[in-house]
């Protein structure tokens, strides 16, 4: 037999059921919220996956802008164009090693401006191994620059920043600490190189024009270097000045210097061991 409640009693159940029918609309409209909405850490690895996507270097070809090359520049023309080839393969695994590094400007800094110059060298050995016995070919310069072609929609500069994701540059605590590491101090730091010139035997009389502009070019390619490491104090990690400025000084010394003993080899003894005088270092 049942028995009728109180008056509060059923006021009191009333409550209850209101409160658990609110709760109930709540887990619904929460849950239909977050049904809607994005995984936080997918966003994250889609984030990810396009900073990790640094694009690809693409150089002007060379190979179909020269003209006829003589038989006996086909040997050396040839080894130069696959040197060419290297070097973009290597400047593009470089690429994709250094994801995140360096500022804006680390990209074009430490990776297409080095390109660029290791191609000036090798495409000026191109033309002078043709020049040899036709006319030299001129305005070969031109195709050394190579161009960054971004990976979908990224705009990779190496900074590590893609379309719709925050900045990954440097903060200001790792940004001090590059300071002074290897860039801080590069305001009162100088490059100091070998002296190639009092290293080498008598000059033939037919390579003395030719070693003498190699070694102004030597020169040359040590105030370059001084002036970019005074430009570019703060930028990169602890390995910027090695890898972006020593590495590819010693890249364009060690070229020149070739050129120097191959001039001096075609009427005279080749000098040897000279490669050791390629390599420069940071004076502070």
Known sequence: ?????????????????????????????????????????????NARTLAASPGTITCPDVA???????????????????????????????????????GPNFVNNAILGPLKDKRVATINRIATAIGRTAAKPTGLDSLAPCALNASGASTNTGTGTAAGTASA????????????????????????????ASQLPAIPASAQAEVDRNLTLLQTQI?????????????????????????????????????????????????AGLDSLAACTLTK
């Open 223 to 271: 105030t370059e270097a001084n002036n970019r490491l005074q430009s570019t104090v703060g930028q990169g990690g602890p390995n910027f000045v090695q890898n972006a400025i020593l590495g590819p000084l010693a890249d364009k010394r060690k070229s020149t210097i070739d050129r120097i003993a191959i001039a001096i080899g075609r009427t005279s003894t080749k000098p």
């Open 1 to 45: 037999m049942s028995r009728a409640l109180p008056k509060y009693n059923k006021r009191r159940v009333a409550l209850i059921g209101g409160a658990a029918a609110v709760a109930l609309s709540g887990a619904v409209i929460a849950g239909t919220a977050l049904a809607g909405t994005p995984d936080k850490s997918s966003g994250t690895n």
């Open 169 to 196: 540059a440097p903060s200001t605590a790792a940004t001090q600490q590059q300071s002074t590491g290897s860039t801080g101090s590069s305001a009162v730091s100088t490059i100091t190189c070998p002296d190639v």
């Open 64 to 102: 179909s802008q020269l003209p006829a090359v003589p038989a006996s520049a086909k040997a050396e023309v040839d080894r130069n164009l696959t040197l060419l080839q290297t070097q973009i393969q290597e400047a593009n695994k470089r690429l994709v090693d250094t994801v995140g590094q360096g």
